[in-house]
């Protein structure tokens, strides 16, 4: 069939819509007439190469949808059901069996290498070359296909537009804090930049009662609205030794700390903000062969711990139907992160991500 999709045809440029051909679903795949997607800094990484997604691509990654039709071997999904699709996953290596899919030992190939997990493509372009599929999705386009194991089925009565983050950046603040860390009620936690991700994270630790929630940015905006979804102090970081400014609000350091910026020399903050047997989860991704510099001797006898998070630590169809609860139940306001954006105004979406006009932009395909 013939579908509208936001092509990346080489490095850094602007994404272009285009007509593409997109192939029938095979066994075990579904058709999805995708309704809006979110943009990951993820998408902006591939579109630079800094992670080196064969091009040309279809990005995106954070869809939401209606499914149009299986294939065959479908069982759990049917046309009309409302999905978000999130990260692919084999389903069969010993950390898929043993319920760590976002750690798969096939990880990097199903969602960077661009193919399918049978080694083929679904999008052709005009000249009949392959387009690459992104995290076995594709959410830049009006349909795609995507494997029945990474799309999660959710309520019709929520819109279904604001969803398709939750299938990555929200899922992955979220889940660092309750899945991962799963801080005590009162406990008390410093939260390192105040995107998506990081107020993701934000939001979920004043869902489980931290009772000192602390966000760190450099953006006065992000800081108000971090103040308005939850966090008991802000600081901004020009100018000032942070984990200084941490323990004037919390004496001895946080329990617990979230890296979200990816930024270098964040993580040694995250870390000296520590109390002793504190934990920092590390989000965000920093370039590739970034050189961190961390205090062994105080990492040692402070008893800390630094910790990698993908993907929230979650089992996607789990926890994806929680945090729609918790939205539900006025728990989690991630709806006061986004900006929704016509599909043809793409490339300004991802221009006011990036200068930080818009915390977490989605676009609607119409």
Known sequence: ?????????SKGEDFKIETVTLDEPKAGEVLIRVVSSGICHTDMVAQHQEYPVPLPAVLGHEGSGVVEKVGE????????????????????????????PYVCERFFELNFVGKMEDGTCRHHNHDDQ???????????????VANERNVVKVDKDVDLNLLGPLGCGIQTGSGAVLN???????????????GAVGLSALMAAKAVGCGTIIAIDVHDNRLE???????????????????????????????????????????RQAVDSLSI?????????????????IDVNDLLLMNKTITGVVEGDSIPRIFIPQLITLYKEGK??????VKFYDFEDINQAVTDSKNGTTIKPIIKMG
């Open 277 to 293: 047997r504190g934990v920092v989860c590390q989000i965000g991704a920093p370039p590739l062969g970034t050189d961190e510099k």
């Open 332 to 337: 989690f306001p991630f709806d006061k992160l």
């Open 180 to 194: 991962r860390l799963k801080p005590q009620a009162g406990s008390s936690i410093a939260v390192f930049g105040a």
């Open 1 to 9: 069939m013939k579908i509208q999709a936001a092509v990346t045809n």
């Open 73 to 100: 071997g479908v069982t759990t999904l049917q046309p009309g059901d409302h999905v978000v699709m999130g990260f692919a996953h084999c389903g069969k290596c010993n950390q898929c069996l043993d319920g760590h």
């Open 225 to 267: 609205l971090a103040k308005e979804l939850g966090a008991t102090h802000t600081i901004n970081a020009k100018g000032v030794n942070v984990p200084d400014e941490v323990k004037k609000i919390v004496e001895n350091g946080v329990n617990y700390a979230v890296e979200t910026a990816g930024v270098p020399g964040i993580l």
């Open 130 to 144: 392959d387009l690459s599929i992104f995290f076995g999705q594709s959410s830049f386009g009006t349909y795609t």
